[in-house]
Each structure stands twice: as structure tokens, then as C-alpha cells.
């Protein structure tokens, strides 16, 4: 165990202040919620929902449920990357970098105490898990690839949030009513159009298991129910800004939500949704405005539709929040001094309004033979920003570093160009470390300063959900029940790992990150996935799991009777 502070006085205060501190409270008389959902915009904060606020020309359609704000620490790390920040939403425990739902490495920061052997790299139970187990319809929506950091905390377990095939593996196991997003290629085998080296075509498997596959806004609108994998792009979705003229058959952010509202909200028990708002991080990663204002503003409409429904239905619980900030936005650079007097509102706003193009796509315009005159024009085109020719020049030698580094070219555009023709600035490339705005709305709706694990408690409190039985009930480490002899990962088939347990002379088969339990010669389905924590070299198993391997009745639950 890490103790760098246990004889500072000082320091302790703090450890017990930044740790143990939970600072939520619950409404008075606040009552369970039926239906939850948690709407992410990745990757902002307070100053880019006040940019997107005087675009709109109206209040965001959460503004007035403002609650508080959310501490986004990590383990490991004082600026959070999105696979920790969503893991502590969706499963109320603190992790690492990089980390998709599963627990910290032994390297945490002063403030964090370093975790125990039996949590480390441990699988973490999520919300949206508890969810289906208590019988609830689940869903998930984003802009990205739904294998993205985001996305997968709710719904996958891996110490590497770039193994997007393992990802999509679980997801696809998970058995969720409502998934919506990119990511085609990450069903389908390399060479058959898709990016999978496992040999497997998941299309086929989603199939067998009654899913249905729509690729675009035509098909989404005539679902009537799930289950369904709505995959509108081979990877990410478009920026809304790129959408209209590159893929008008992309479904918006808002058509997704409201869908997938309309699929789960029948379902007797409620149901948990989970979107994000994806790209909203990647425009402030570029430092790009147009793509910035069209994807919160796009996001703002979800919110609506979501609020929308919890408006009129009094048992759901509505939380709207980032998992970090990103590009140290700010209204007000170097360039324009200390004061806006004498930028009039209109004057401030019309940069903005003549942005036609995400960064991205107006570099991208310009083609490989690049000259300051045609940057010039393409800036003039896409952004409607009359630029100098110096200027210009300047643009194309700055795009070149980025080269250089190895980065996109385009991350010139913003950085250069918004200091010098707009009044809006930024600070980075990277994340930020502040607080983030906390939206709620509904009953269990937490209010205060919050830890980022406590949105995972508030959302297994208002639907009744215990996040540590829900743990002992689908994580069970496999060789301390049946003996680390008796287990075993096969690696034969190394594209598609085994684990076989030995038990009372027979063999159980457990295919990875599947929930599949071959015994006596049968498959049967089992209420998780079976999780492969490498870097400690054990494998994870439901309960359910365990007592059949065992031989236990087993009752309408699925638990032993
Ligand atoms: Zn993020």
C-alpha cells in the first residue's frame, strides 16, 4: 500500500476531503426513478455552453436544471482522459488511465489511495448492466463509434481503451435493446469491408440473437422495437456541421435519442439510455468553433427530447453533464484585450455564423498541392473569414509543424485563426482539469459538488441498484472458486481465447468476452460477459456461471434457489 502522507496532518485533511468527501444529497421525499438517462457531452464545460447559449439566441434546454458541478479526477491522473471519466459514471469507482470500467493500476496520485491486489484491473460492474438485470430495457446512443471511450465504459470492460474489437465483442454480448452510433466496421471481418482480425463476422451473431441491423435515418425511423444495432457509419459519424452535405442519411444526435426513447420507454420495468453528445471533445481538440457550436447545439436538441419525455413522465431521472472539459475554451483571447466594450453582440456572433465546414473537411477541400492562395480561398469558403495572404502563409507554415509532429494539419486552423478574426481563444490541444457543469432533473436528482464515482451511485440509487452485489453477482474470479489449477485460458485458437474450467471430472468452456457457457456438450446463455483481466492473469465469470458449472438449481433469476 501507498502511504507518501500518513505522518502530514495537512495532507491527510486533504486525502479525506478530495476522497472520502461525497457531496451529492438527494432531493427531499425524492423517490425511485423508473427510467434513467444520462446524456454526456464529451469534452466540455461552463464557457462552451455560454458560447452555444448566445449562438443559440435562447437558454439550452437544460440550462434551468443546473445542479451543481462534478470533480473529474482520476486514479491516477489530476486531467482525466474519456474511458476513466465514463467509468466512474458508469460504475461509481475511481480508475486509470485509459481504463474502460474495470478498476485502477497501483499508481494513483497522492490524493487517491492506491487500491488493493483483488481491485486492481478488476472488471467493474455498470449501471447499464444493473439495469438489464433487474429487467429494465437499455440503451446506448452516441456520434462516435460506439466502441469509443464513452460509449464502452457503459458496456465493456478492458484495461485498453483502443482494443475497440474486444470492445464491440462485449457490446455485442451485453444484449442491449438500443445501440445506436458508428462502428459497422468493427461487426464485419478485414477484407469483407470490416476491421476485424478475430475472424469473426458479429453481424451474424447479433442476428442469431434476434437483432435487427439499420444503416441509416430511413430505416431508423421505421423501427418499431428493439432489439437493434443502429450502425450509421463505418467508423465515427459525421460532424452535424458535415452531416447535411456528406451523409444526409446519417440520423442527427436528436432523431437517435428520440428513437431509442420510443424503442425503450414501453418496456414495464423502465428502462437506462446513455448518450453522448461525442464529437463535441473532438472540436475542442481541433480548437474548431463550427464544428464545436454545430455538434452542442446538436446535442442540446437530445437533451430536449429527453427532458422532454421525463417532463411528462415524473418517474425518470434526467442527468446532463461532461466527463471533462477540452481545448481550454474561452470566451476572450490575447488578441482582444481586457474588455468587450464596443464588440456589439452581432459582431461577436458573426464569425461564427458564416462557418459553413468543420475543420476538418475545409483542409481536407484544399487538397494535397497546398499554396497560400488556396488556403486564402478555402477559408474564405468554409469559414467565410476574409483572411491576408501573410496570413495565410503563416497558416500553411504552422499546419506544417503540426505535420512535423505527426499531427492533423487542420489543428492549425482554429488555434491560428480564432485569436486573429474572432474573439474566442483557446489553450490547448489536450483536456483540462476543471469542474464540470452538473444538469439534473427527476427524482433521486443529486445537487452540490460531486465526485465523478458519485454519478454512478446516484444513478444505482434511483433505480435501487446495489453496485456491490451487483459486482459479486457478475464477477467472479474463476480460479479462486474452482482453484487456479482447475482454470485455465486457452490460447490455441489465439484469435479467440477459451477459458476451460475443470470441475467434479467435467469441462466447462467459457469463450472470452462472451457470455456463453458451453457444458455437457450444450451452449447456454449467461447473464454477463466473461472478462480477461491480462495483466493479472485471471479470468471473470458471472455467478450464474459458477453455480451452473456447479451443478445448482437454479431459479427464474438465474440465482441459486
Ligand atoms: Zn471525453
Given at each position: 500500500?501507498?502511504?507518501?502522507?500518513?505522518?502530514?496532518?495537512?495532507?491527510?485533511?486533504?486525502?479525506?476531503?478530495?476522497?472520502?468527501?461525497?457531496?451529492?444529497?438527494?432531493?427531499?421525499?425524492?423517490?425511485?426513478?423508473?427510467?434513467?438517462?444520462?446524456?454526456?457531452?464529451?469534452?466540455?464545460?461552463?464557457?462552451?455552453?455560454?458560447?452555444?447559449?448566445?449562438?443559440?439566441?435562447?437558454?439550452?434546454?437544460?440550462?434551468?436544471?443546473?445542479?451543481?458541478?462534478?470533480?473529474?479526477?482520476?486514479?491516477?491522473?489530476?486531467?482525466?482522459?474519456?474511458?476513466?471519466?465514463?467509468?466512474?459514471?458508469?460504475?461509481?469507482?475511481?480508475?486509470?488511465?485509459?481504463?474502460?470500467?474495470?478498476?485502477?493500476?497501483?499508481?494513483?496520485?497522492?490524493?487517491?489511495?492506491?487500491?488493493?491486489?483483488?481491485?486492481?484491473?478488476?472488471?467493474?460492474?455498470?449501471?447499464?448492466?444493473?439495469?438489464?438485470?433487474?429487467?429494465?430495457?437499455?440503451?446506448?446512443?452516441?456520434?462516435?463509434?460506439?466502441?469509443?471511450?464513452?460509449?464502452?465504459?457503459?458496456?465493456?470492460?478492458?484495461?485498453?481503451?483502443?482494443?475497440?474489437?474486444?470492445?464491440?465483442?462485449?457490446?455485442?454480448?451485453?444484449?442491449?435493446?438500443?445501440?445506436?452510433?458508428?462502428?459497422?466496421?468493427?461487426?464485419?471481418?478485414?477484407?469483407?469491408?470490416?476491421?476485424?482480425?478475430?475472424?469473426?463476422?458479429?453481424?451474424?451473431?447479433?442476428?442469431?440473437?434476434?437483432?435487427?441491423?439499420?444503416?441509416?435515418?430511413?430505416?431508423?425511423?421505421?423501427?418499431?422495437?428493439?432489439?437493434?444495432?443502429?450502425?450509421?457509419?463505418?467508423?465515427?459519424?459525421?460532424?452535424?456541421?458535415?452531416?447535411?452535405?456528406?451523409?444526409?442519411?446519417?440520423?442527427?444526435?436528436?432523431?437517435?435519442?428520440?428513437?431509442?426513447?420510443?424503442?425503450?420507454?414501453?418496456?414495464?420495468?423502465?428502462?437506462?439510455?446513455?448518450?453522448?453528445?461525442?464529437?463535441?471533445?473532438?472540436?475542442?481538440?481541433?480548437?474548431d468553433p463550427a464544428h464545436l457550436l454545430s455538434d452542442?447545439?446538436?446535442?442540446?436538441?437530445?437533451?430536449?427530447?429527453?427532458?422532454?419525455?421525463?417532463?411528462?413522465?415524473?418517474?425518470?431521472?434526467?442527468?446532463?453533464?461532461?466527463?471533462?472539459?477540452?481545448?481550454?475554451?474561452?470566451?476572450?483571447?490575447?488578441?482582444?484585450?481586457?474588455?468587450?466594450?464596443?464588440?456589439?453582440?452581432?459582431?461577436?456572433?458573426?464569425?461564427?455564423?458564416?462557418?459553413?465546414?468543420?475543420?476538418?473537411?475545409?483542409?481536407?477541400?484544399?487538397?494535397?498541392?497546398?499554396?497560400?492562395?488556396?488556403?486564402?480561398?478555402?477559408?474564405?469558403?468554409?469559414?467565410?473569414?476574409?483572411?491576408?495572404?501573410?496570413?495565410a502563409e503563416q497558416l500553411l507554415l504552422l499546419a506544417?509543424?503540426?505535420?512535423?509532429?505527426?499531427?492533423?494539419?487542420?489543428?492549425?486552423?482554429?488555434?491560428?485563426?480564432?485569436?486573429?478574426?474572432?474573439?474566442?481563444?483557446?489553450?490547448?490541444?489536450?483536456?483540462?482539469?476543471?469542474?464540470?457543469?452538473?444538469?439534473?432533473?427527476?427524482?433521486?436528482?443529486?445537487?452540490?459538488?460531486?465526485?465523478?464515482?458519485?454519478?454512478?451511485?446516484?444513478?444505482?440509487?434511483?433505480?435501487?441498484?446495489?453496485?456491490?452485489?451487483?459486482?459479486?453477482?457478475?464477477?467472479?474470479?474463476?480460479?479462486?472458486?474452482?482453484?487456479?489449477?482447475?482454470?485455465?485460458?486457452?490460447?490455441?485458437?489465439?484469435?479467440?481465447?477459451?477459458?476451460?474450467?475443470?470441475?467434479?471430472?467435467?469441462?466447462?468452456?467459457?469463450?472470452?468476452?462472451?457470455?456463453?457457457?458451453?457444458?455437457?456438450?450444450?451452449?447456454?446463455?449467461?447473464?454477463?460477459?466473461?472478462?480477461?483481466?491480462?495483466?493479472?492473469?485471471?479470468?471473470?465469470?458471472?455467478?450464474?456461471?459458477?453455480?451452473?458449472?456447479?451443478?445448482?438449481?437454479?431459479?427464474?433469476?438465474?440465482?441459486?434457489?
Open positions: 500500500m501507498k502511504n507518501r502522507f500518513s505522518s502530514n496532518a495537512i495532507a491527510a485533511f486533504i486525502v479525506i476531503l478530495c476522497v472520502s468527501a461525497s457531496w451529492y444529497s438527494f432531493a427531499e421525499g425524492a423517490e425511485r426513478a423508473k427510467n434513467v438517462i444520462v446524456l454526456i457531452a464529451d469534452g466540455c464545460s461552463s464557457e462552451q455552453y455560454t458560447f452555444a447559449r448566445w449562438f443559440k439566441g435562447a437558454p439550452l434546454s437544460f440550462d434551468s436544471y443546473r445542479t451543481g458541478a462534478v470533480r473529474t479526477f482520476i486514479a491516477d491522473s489530476i486531467v482525466t482522459d474519456s474511458a476513466p471519466a465514463a467509468s466512474a459514471y458508469a460504475t461509481g469507482v475511481r480508475t486509470s488511465s485509459r481504463f474502460v470500467s474495470v478498476g485502477p493500476g497501483p499508481e494513483t496520485i497522492e490524493s487517491v489511495p492506491a487500491p488493493g491486489p483483488e481491485m486492481q484491473f478488476k472488471p467493474l460492474a455498470t449501471v447499464l448492466e444493473g439495469a438489464r438485470l433487474m429487467g429494465k430495457a437499455t440503451g446506448i446512443v452516441s456520434t462516435s463509434s460506439v466502441t469509443h471511450a464513452t460509449p464502452a465504459a457503459y458496456a465493456a470492460h478492458t484495461g485498453r481503451r483502443d482494443d475497440v474489437e474486444t470492445i464491440m465483442l462485449q457490446m455485442v454480448h451485453q444484449r442491449i435493446d438500443v445501440v445506436f452510433g458508428g462502428g459497422k466496421d468493427l461487426l464485419l471481418i478485414k477484407g469483407a469491408d470490416g476491421k476485424r482480425g478475430d475472424d469473426e463476422d458479429l453481424t451474424v451473431e447479433l442476428k442469431e440473437m434476434g437483432y435487427k441491423i439499420v444503416e441509416n435515418r430511413k430505416e431508423m425511423a421505421e423501427l418499431r422495437k428493439g432489439p437493434v444495432f443502429g450502425m450509421f457509419a463505418a467508423g465515427h459519424m459525421d460532424a452535424e456541421i458535415d452531416r447535411p452535405s456528406l451523409h444526409p442519411d446519417q440520423p442527427t444526435l436528436e432523431e437517435m435519442t428520440q428513437k431509442a426513447i420510443e424503442i425503450l420507454s414501453p418496456d414495464p420495468e423502465g428502462f437506462f439510455l446513455m448518450v453522448e453528445g461525442s464529437q463535441i471533445d473532438w472540436a475542442c481538440h481541433t480548437n452542442l447545439l446538436a446535442f442540446d436538441k437530445a437533451a430536449e427530447a429527453a427532458l422532454n419525455f421525463a417532463r411528462k413522465h415524473g418517474d425518470t431521472l434526467v442527468l446532463v453533464l461532461s466527463d471533462h472539459n477540452t481545448g481550454g475554451f474561452s470566451i476572450g483571447n490575447y488578441e482582444m484585450g481586457r474588455i468587450f466594450s464596443g464588440v456589439s453582440q452581432e459582431a461577436f456572433l458573426a464569425p461564427f455564423r458564416r462557418m459553413k465546414k468543420s475543420a476538418s473537411i475545409l483542409w481536407k477541400g484544399i487538397g494535397d498541392e497546398k499554396s497560400a492562395d488556396k488556403v486564402k480561398k478555402a477559408v474564405l469558403e468554409g469559414w467565410g473569414m476574409d483572411i491576408t495572404l501573410a496570413d506544417g509543424d503540426y505535420k512535423k509532429k505527426g499531427r492533423a494539419e487542420h489543428l492549425a486552423l482554429g488555434r491560428f485563426l480564432c485569436p486573429r478574426y474572432t474573439h474566442v481563444g483557446w489553450s490547448t490541444h489536450g483536456h483540462t482539469g476543471g469542474d464540470v457543469p452538473l444538469h439534473a432533473f427527476g427524482p433521486g436528482k443529486p445537487s452540490g459538488l460531486l465526485d465523478g464515482p458519485d454519478i454512478g451511485r446516484v444513478c444505482a440509487k434511483a433505480m435501487g441498484l446495489s453496485l456491490e452485489r451487483l459486482n459479486d453477482r457478475l464477477f467472479v474470479d474463476a480460479g479462486r472458486v474452482f482453484g487456479d489449477a482447475n482454470v485455465k485460458v486457452d490460447k490455441s485458437d489465439q484469435l479467440n481465447p477459451v477459458l476451460r474450467v475443470r470441475h467434479a471430472g467435467k469441462d466447462a468452456e467459457l469463450p472470452i468476452n462472451r457470455h456463453w457457457l458451453i457444458l455437457d456438450g450444450k451452449a447456454r446463455r449467461m447473464e454477463g460477459v466473461v472478462v480477461y483481466a491480462e495483466k493479472k492473469e485471471k479470468v471473470y465469470i458471472p455467478m450464474q456461471a459458477v453455480n451452473m458449472i456447479r451443478g445448482r438449481r437454479l431459479g427464474n433469476d438465474g440465482m441459486v434457489e
